[in-house]
């Protein structure tokens, strides 16, 4: 089946620890994206990337930092510079992230990632 | 900057009943709009997208429709079941049509 993979489910970091979220997907999706979720709250972007090799800063990118190396995976790694970073974390992917492509445009989602601050 | 607002952020009804979620947009030089739907603890499931050029979609029971102008958009749900129950969130592009930016969403309760 086709889809977006988000692990681990459960993630508990550390003081001082990074950590890094995987998300990976096999839709053969050009566009990636990484929002954060806080309860009650809608999804704030943290990073997107268009094509392998290139990502651009989204609303909140400080504390994280992101990779795409292949295709069909976007790993977030959560630094210590972020000071709070207890949130659902989500991953998406669309065929194309350019403008005016209609349905290309629509963001698929994995099913998220709690990370908790020990 | 694009802010995006959904009022009511919760709302019960009865089973059976048609009901209209809105989302209310602050800046009109959108790409394109996107319902999505999300249950307790999970992803977001893509409900309809409206591009720009676009009045209104449906699918199903489902009814989107997008005024540019004035900055709003609905989403009309018939025949509501124990099913739709769950919270809506609409979504615009920002700058670019890869940076949709949320609304807080609206927690829909059904009651049989």
């Known amino acids: 089946d086709g889809g977006i993979t988000q692990s681990p489910k459960y993630l508990f970091r550390k003081e001082g620890q990074n950590v890094t979220l995987s998300c990976e997907q096999n839709l053969n999706h050009d566009a990636m994206y990484w929002y954060r979720q806080d309860p009650g709250q809608g999804l704030r972007l943290i990073y997107y990337s268009q094509i392998v090799n290139d990502f651009q800063k989204g609303d909140i990118a400080e504390g994280y930092s992101v990779s795409r190396e292949k295709k069909e995976s976007f790993p977030l790694t959560v630094t210590s510079a972020q000071k709070n970073p207890t949130a659902f974390y989500l991953c998406a992917s669309s065929i194309d992230g350019g403008p005016g492509q209609g349905a290309k445009n629509i963001q698929y989602f994995g099913a998220g990632t709690r990370l908790s601050v020990l | 900057k694009q802010e995006v607002t959904q009022i009511p952020a919760a709302l019960s009804v009865p089973e059976g009943e048609n009901l209209v979620l809105n989302c209310s947009f602050t800046?009109?030089?959108?790409?394109?709009l996107q319902w999505f739907r999300q249950d307790p603890g999970k992803g977001l499931t893509s409900l309809l997208l409206?591009?720009?050029?676009?009045r209104e979609q449906t699918s199903g029971r489902l009814n989107a429709s997008l005024d540019k102008s004035s900055g709003r958009s609905t989403l009309y749900i018939a025949a509501s079941q124990p099913g739709d129950s769950a919270t809506y969130l609409c979504?615009?592009?920002?700058?670019?049509?890869?940076?949709?930016?949320f609304g807080q969403g609206t927690r829909l309760t059904i009651n049989p």
């Open positions: 800046d009109s030089a959108i790409y394109n």
């Open positions: 409206i591009q720009s050029s676009q």
């Open positions: 979504a615009v592009s920002g700058q670019g049509a890869q940076k949709l930016v």
